[in-house]
């Protein structure tokens, strides 16, 4: 394959003339926020802004946002982490203890954890969606525009509303199977770039050739 220009991952800004779509691994700050290459997020106001949609997220916790790369996500997309969880099971859910004096003896055992927030590949959030604390997105999952998820969601499944629920898969069984044996997000960009007429398109023919090179 002769020499090819690909879009650089590490350019903040890759649309000219456009700043509010930035490849958002490149404006992250937070060490707990883990972001794959080509994951871009698009914001009315300022990208900048992202930081501040990853909500109740404390150092002290150290619980971890993480997503893969070639996800697309829209604008006012909030991520709620451990930090905002209260207990469930006392007679009362206010946090008593963090207020100090007579208080601290109502202090929990344990704050509620649910571990890592963790985004699969090539996935598509939409606008203003919430994805509540540890919750594992699959690969090639789209969730709706204003969607609460409250649950995983299995790989290149579509889930809408309050809370989420799966709308359908992407598509068929056999389908889903050969785009998780790829992993084509993990070749490297020239390879992608190669293939695109295949990946950016339906036909099923040419996406079992495909793996069939792959795995030869």
Not at 59 to 81: H, P, Q, R
Not at 97 to 124: C, H, L, M, R
Not at 169 to 183: A, N
Request: hydrophobic letters at 40%; aromatic letters at 14%.
């Amino acid at each position: 394959m002769s020499e090819q220009n690909f879009p650089n991952p590490l350019n903040p800004y890759p649309l000219e003339h456009y700043k509010r779509l930035c490849f958002l691994k490149n404006i992250i700050k937070n060490p707990n926020i883990i972001i794959g290459d080509f994951t871009y997020y698009d914001d009315f106001e300022n990208p900048e802004n992202f930081e501040k949609n990853v909500l109740y997220h404390f150092d002290f916790i150290g619980d971890k946002l993480i997503i893969g790369k070639f996800c697309a996500l829209a604008s006012d997309v909030k991520f709620i982490m451990n930090g905002g969880n209260h207990q469930l099971n006392y007679f009362t859910s206010y946090p008593f203890s963090i207020f100090g004096q007579a208080w601290e003896k109502a202090e929990p055992d344990s704050w509620p954890y649910k571990g890592d927030t963790i985004i699969g590949n090539d996935v598509w959030i939409g606008y203003n969606a919430v994805i509540m604390p540890g919750v594992t997105v699959g690969d090639g999952a789209i969730i709706g525009a204003k969607a609460v998820v409250t649950k995983n969601v299995e790989p290149y499944t579509i889930v809408a509303g309050n809370p989420a629920q799966p709308i359908k898969k992407r598509f068929e069984d056999e389908v889903i199977d050969i785009l998780l044996k790829l992993q084509w997000w993990d070749w490297e960009i020239a390879k992608i770039t190669e293939h695109l007429s295949i990946l950016s398109s339906n036909d099923f023919s040419a996406l079992q050739a495909l793996i069939k090179d792959d795995f030869n």
